[in-house]
């Protein structure tokens, strides 16, 4: 049976932003006219028996993140959605935002019934600004409906949703980062414990969530969480949404089930089409930049949590980069590297002054000018980042040259012993072949 | 390799020029009256990008030492507070920048599909180099990171608006476009676009 899709149905629709298309085609905030009938603790029970699991990155159930904040306490409480989208390769909360926004505005408001808070902030990338707009001309109609505001449909539930723009940085995605930036500072994270759930925002209990994440509760408040879980394999329901790029004909969001193999999001009609020209696969990135590799044996694996950490990876924020033979594996590092260096928000030694030492070794061995003990170094740069560090970004500035040494170290070998790359000059990256891309 | 600290840091600390006296025109000042509002009344500084972008926006593109006293004063915190965030998040300049600032996303997808080489055809065409303006003050190139539409690459942010898919043989004719026609010459987001 053909998947239907339930989050992005509409967004090819001319109206699919607007709340009278929103509330006509997709029974718009009847979840959450259904939730107010019920006690909070009802909707975080549907919540986990729907078993979703977070979709910025790590997959934590958003029933058990929802449960662990603290009631009992005269504190406020509060929802941060966290729509910094800056995993790179990563672009589906930006579909959503623009094309979808009353579906996250719906979620925002049922997060915060649940949880008891009154109050839900939208962080959203600086660099998102024409997306922003949409969101705060649709969350204005919202109140004007009655959807938002005071006493909400009757219920005595009160509600605002606010968006807050950051202004460019990759690290206020952490969520203890975020936090901090929407408190006026730089974009830092805390040490954990304590977690947000007991002292997040002004050190009031707080459940950080991803759009998408958001975007499935009124899903499953209206259709059940039975409904829910049918969608996908176990522990990996509901519908979920891919952001496929780099070397393929359809760049693209598409969403489906995650029974859904990664071959079959690469080169299924449905979905991306194919590689981009006459150039074969040679490796995926299947999470996000912050993931090792897939190569074409693991290509049927299920694009789930569980099936891709099982074949070696992450689904993370379910980025696929797709990368053809023209693509050096040196380079790619590198250039992944660079990102890193300049993202890392500087609060611990390994990631801030170790990404910058991988970049310069990385520089050196692409120039052809390593040296053979660079590569063993580069391994123990990596190896001394990787779980020594305050957030996760250090794991994540690290895998792109734990994997790439894994799998490719041929061609790191090949760049010292050559003194330069061995991808044939016209094939390189940097010469893409744009004429089969539209 | 000698080694030496990380001098690309966030953190490096480079002091604003004082510029001219600074405060906000009346509609800014109402509108940053009514985003504080959003805020519990003791957290006042949740309002500082919103503040910092106001008085950016007002002073022509760039922050001055005179306007970051004056996010400082309404926000009721210190300068050196403000300093630490601007000096932090990339989208905040301390110095005077071109009309269009052009930031073309170098990030893997985007590198797949040939950045690399529209940084090189646009430093090219302008004569200057990322992190430049050129001699005209009307456009400054840098390079950023992703920045979430990876299935457009290359993607280019002007100020704040976009343009997709930028083929380095494009890039010449992209600046002439905008020499002649302004913000006329920018693609925009696809989704947004499709709506109207
Ligand atoms: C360096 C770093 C960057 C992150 N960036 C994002 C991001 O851009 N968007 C996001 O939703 N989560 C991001 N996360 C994950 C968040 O910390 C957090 O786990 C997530 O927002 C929780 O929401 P979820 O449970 O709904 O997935 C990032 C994590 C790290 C360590
Ligand atoms: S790992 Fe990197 S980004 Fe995370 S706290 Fe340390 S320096 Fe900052
Ligand atoms: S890599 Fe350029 S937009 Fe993501």
Known sequence: ?438 | MEYAPAKFHKSARKLAPAGETFTYSPENQRRFDEIVTRYPPDQRKSAILYALYLAQNQNGGHLTAAAMDHVAEQIRCTSAEVEDVVSYYTMFFTKPVGKYVLNVCRTLSCALLGAERVTEELCAKLGIKPGETDASGTFTLLEVECLGACDRAPVVMVNDDWHERLSPEQAGKFIDDIRAGGAAAFTGCHLHKEKK
């Open chain 1, 1 to 438: 049976m053909a998947y239907e899709p339930v989050l992005t149905r509409h967004v090819g629709d001319q109206d699919a932003y607007t709340l009278d298309a929103y509330v006509a085609k997709q029974r718009g905030y009847e979840g959450l006219r259904k939730a107010l009938t019920q006690k909070p603790g009802e909707i975080i029970d549907l919540v986990k028996a729907s078993g979703l699991r977070g979709r910025g990155g790590a997959g934590f159930p958003t029933g058990l993140k929802w449960q662990f904040v603290l009631k009992d306490t005269p504190k406020p409480k509060y929802i941060c959605c966290n729509a910094d989208e800056s995993e790179p390769g990563t672009f589906k909360d930006h579909v959503l935002m623009e094309r979808n926004p009353h579906l996250l505005i719906e979620g925002c408001a049922i997060a915060c019934y649940a949880i008891g808070a009154k109050v839900a902030y939208i962080y959203i990338r600086g660099e998102f600004y024409h997306v922003q707009q949409v969101l705060e001309a649709e969350i204005e109609k919202a109140y004007k409906a009655g959807f938002l505001g005071k006493n909400i449909f009757g219920s005595g539930f009160d509600c605002d949703v606010f968006v807050h723009r950051g202004a460019g940085a990759y690290e206020a995605g952490e969520e203890t980062a975020l936090i901090e930036s929407l408190e006026g500072k730089r974009a830092q994270p805390r040490i954990k414990p304590p977690f947000p759930a007991v002292a997040g925002l002004y050190q009031c209990p707080t459940a950080v969530n991803n759009v998408e994440t958001l975007c499935n509760v009124p899903l499953i408040m209206m259709n059940g969480p039975e409904w829910f879980t049918a969608l996908g394999p176990e522990k990996n329901g509901g519908p979920k949404l891919y952001c496929i790029s780099g070397h393929v004909k359809r760049p693209g969001v598409y969403e489906a089930s995650m029974h859904t193999t990664l071959r079959e999001l690469i080169y299924g009609e449905q979905f991306a089409g194919g590689m981009i020209d006459e150039h074969p696969f040679k490796a995926i990135i299947p999470g996000g930049s912050s993931v090792p590799l897939l190569l074409d044996k693991d290509l049927d694996t299920p694009a789930s949590f569980d099936d891709v950490q099982k074949a070696g990876s992450l689904l993370g924020s379910a980025g696929l980069i797709v990368l053809n033979d023209t693509v050096c594996m040196v380079w790619l590092a590198k250039n992944l590297l660079y990102f890193y260096r300049h993202e890392s928000c500087g609060k611990c030694t390994p990631c801030r002054e170790g990404g910058d030492w991988l970049f310069k070794l990385l520089t050196r061995i692409e120039q052809g000018e390593g040296q053979a003990k660079d590569i063993d170094l580069l391994f123990g740069v990596a190896s001394n980042i990787a779980g020594k560090t305050l957030c996760a970004f250090g794991d994540a500035a690290a895998t792109p040259v734990l994997t790439t040494l894994k799998l490719f170290r041929h061609e790191f070998e090949a760049h010292v012993r050559e003194g330069r790359c061995t991808i044939p000059a016209e094939w390189r990256a940097r010469q893409p072949m744009l004429a089969g891309h539209h």
